[in-house]
Each structure stands twice: as C-alpha cells, then as structure tokens.
C-alpha cells in the first residue's frame, strides 16, 4: 500500500503558503476601500486553519518520496489547490458558481489565462491581483515540477535533464529545497524586473506588478478586458522580452546568472525557440503587409505581430488586437505554435521545443535506417545521445497527447459548442495557452456562456496538459495503487 501521509502533508503545507498570500489582495481592496477584503480575510483564515490541521495530523518521518508518491503529489497538487484558489472568488466578488471558480482558479495555476469571468473591469483591485498571484505561484510550481519530479518519473522524456543541472539521484526530496530555493529567486527576480520596466514604460505601480506576475508565469490573466490593448507600445517590448526570458529553461538562467552563459548559447532549444520565433513573426508580418490593408506603419506592425506571437508561442494569452484580422494563413501560424510551446523546464507550456527536436531526430533516423538498413544510428541532442527509453517516452507523449487533443474537440462540440469554438477551446487548454475564438465567446474572451459541461471537459484539458498528460494516467493503472 502507498503510504499517502507524506503527500497529504506537502499539499497541505502548500496549500497554507498559498492561503497566505491571499494578505496582499486583502490589503489592496482594504486600501481601496472595497468591501471585498472582508471576503478575502475571511477566505484566508478558512485556508489556512484547515491546512495547518491537516498537515499536523498528516505528519509522517519520510525522508523521500518514492515514486508513486511523487505522481500522486504532483497529480493531487494540482486538483486541490483550485480548490483553494477558487474560495475567494466564491465567497467575495465575483461570487462565481463553483464550476466558473473552480475553471478560473485551475485556469490561474495551470498559467493558461482563460477567464470565466463576464466582466474583468469592474472586479476589484484585489480580487484581480488574487487572479495574477495564482498564475505566479502555478508558474513557479510548474517549473518545480519539471525540474525534481517529472526528470524522475520519466514522463515525456524529462528523464534526459535528469542531470541537466541537478541530480536527484533517485530520490525525490533530499534536493527538492535547494532546487525549489535557486528557482524561486530567480523567477523573483525575473518579476521585479518585469515590473520595474512595466513602470519605466509608462504603467502604473498596481498594472505593472499584476502584469509582471502573469507575463513571468506566461499566464495572460489581465485586470483589463482588452487585456493587453490598453498598453500598446514599449510595454508590448517590455512584455515580449519577459515571456521569452520565462518559456527558456530555468537552469541555463541559473547557470548564466553564476557568471556561465556558455550553456545558454549552445543550448539548441533555446536557439531553436529564438529562431521558430523568428520564423513566425516573418512570415506573418510579410504576409500582413503584402496581402491585408495597412494603415498603421510597418513597424508598428513588426511591434504588434512580435507581442502576439510571442504571447501564443510562450503559451501566456496576452492580446493587444484581434488577431482574426489578420487573415488565415496567420491564424494557421498561431495555432502551430500555439501546439509548439516554449523550452523544457520554463514556466512556458503546450509540447514543448525538446520533444519536437526527439520527433525529428527519430524521423530522420528513420529515413537513413530505410536507405541503409544495416547501418547503426546513434540519436544524438545537444551533445548528448538519446537514449531508447527517452525516445518511446516522448513517442508515447505525442501519441497521447494527440489523442487527448482529438477527444477534447469532440467532447467539446457533443456539449453544443460551435465547431470553430469547440477547435480553439480543446487547443488552449490542452496547450495551456489562453484565447479561444468562436461565436460562443465574449468580447473580452470569457466563457462565461460555455454550457457547464463544456466547462469541465476544459478544466480537465487544461490539468491533463499542465501535468504532461502520462504523471496523470498513469493514476488509472490498477497495478500502480499496488505498488
């Protein structure tokens, strides 16, 4: 039997740090004298009271965690901590139903930015800034998670940076703190930069840190229903740089930040999201100005078509215009990308950068085997050979994946969904990206009309895709609760 004592503890602990940082948005619509900070108080106090009980009632003396528990604690993390999220905005404004809260909050800590809120202006100040704090906390989670667990669970080849960085050598917990600890400083710092620049270019302070804590989690929430509209200019600049620096891996940062940028530069990841970024936004500006009307100038178009592409490739969901406009053959662009992701081991989302280059290599391998079949191939990344097992994990990723994605688009539009909006709704959640487009959709881009049970099935897109999909199925396995 799994001893499940340790994980209820962590996700308690857990679950109380995220209970405390409800104070800041009690404190900002305490000072903007908005009633909401009594909800929110009160919202804190139930969160952390019950998380202190259970986690004392949960002790236990385990110095790690086996596997098993490592796939239930990053499985259970996930579903329990929407819960706590969503309390606040049930008990005080919006005052959601428990499905629209509970789609808000999982949308908030999976960082993908699809909102079920009608009306994002009139919310109070401290209840949008609730909104950005759980985008920031899921970011830094993500990357937690990518980094300690999923190297060690192998799940969609992560077993190939078990040693880019940090080795846990088979046992969780021992380094999880130091490794928790260097990440989290630097994604601190990352935000407090965004922010200061937001404010350099022209943001107040409250805008620039709500938007500082949803570009460094390449989360999208905005506290404005134009979303990024009302910041057109350098903080579109500002804001492309900080989701680029968020979707690259966290360990060549840490790396650069100790004075090596060596690794940084000949990672070929991270060269491979600069140049398909590259790629995309050409093609897209050329097309724009060959082929739709213009009427602002050229570069301005260069500045918009970077922010929105750079928004969807890093999976944040910012928008600064309605990038329907645009025509088709952008919109194909976007959704491409939008299924490509940013690097492995960011708080960027959707595929990612590493298990395209595994699927290539396999392809061409595959094609020299078919010309010369007695020949032996070694799959090599970044130096570094592939091994089998790192091969049939990402294989398994994308078959699954791809199936996961084709059921959504079917479940979606069974609950009456228009076929276009049922397309784009199973592609951002699965993908964690953020907009959706369709007839069902509101200006703002709330789902707020979506039936309830198109709701769910997006819930559970966005947790399947956050979780790298296989740390999740892997649960429905009867022999795994035998140990």
Known sequence: MIDLRPVINLIARIGFVLGLMMALPAVIDYQARDPNWVRMVQSMLIVTVLSALIATASRSRAGSLTIEQSFLLT???????????????????????????????????????????????????????????????GGLGIVVVAMVFLPVMKVGGMQFFRSEGFDTLGKVLPRAGQIAAEMTWLYLGITIACAVMFIASGMSFYDALLHAL???????????????????????????????????????????????????????????????????VAVIVAYRMLYIHQTMHPWDTVRETTFNVITIFSGTGFASTNVLEWGHLPFVVLFCVGLIGGCTGSTGCS???????????????????????????????????????????????????????????????????????????????????GPVWGPEVSYNGSIASFPTAAKWLMTLGMYLGRL?????????????WRG
């Open 468 to 480: 790298e999909l296989m740390s999740v199925f892997v649960l429905l396995l009867p022999r795994f």
């Open 75 to 137: 499985s259970g993390l996930w579903l329990v901590l929407p819960l706590i999220g969503a309390l606040p905005l049930m008990l005080g404004a919006p005052k959601l139903s428990f499905t629209d809260a509970y789609f808000e909050s999982m949308s908030g800590l999976t960082t993908t930015g699809t909102t079920a809120i009608p009306k994002l202006d009139d919310l109070p100040p401290g209840a949008n800034m609730w909104r950005a704090i759980l985008q920031w906390s």
């Open 214 to 280: 949803t570009t460094c989690s390449t989360g999208g929430f905005s506290n404005y229903d134009a979303s990024f509209g009302g910041f057109i200019g350098p903080a579109e600049w500002v804001a492309s740089l900080f989701m680029v620096l968020a979707s690259i891996p966290f360990v060549r940062m840490i790396q650069a930040t100790r004075g090596d940028f060596v690794p940084l530069w000949r990672d070929t990841q991270v060269r491979t999201y600069l140049r398909w970024i590259f790629y995309s």
């Open 351 to 433: 595929v990612k950068i590493f298990r395209y280059q595994v699927l290539f290599e396999a392809i061409r391998a595959q094609i020299r085997r078919m010309q010369s079949p007695h020949r032996l191939y070694s799959l090599r990344l970044s130096g570094k050979r592939l091994e089998h097992d790192v091969v049939y994990s990402v294989m398994a990723f994308f078959t699954m994946f791809v199936l996961t994605f084709g059921l959504l688009i079917v479940g979606l539009a069974l609950t009456g969904l228009h076929p276009k909006t049922a397309l784009t709704g199973a592609w951002t959640a699965i993908a964690n990206i």
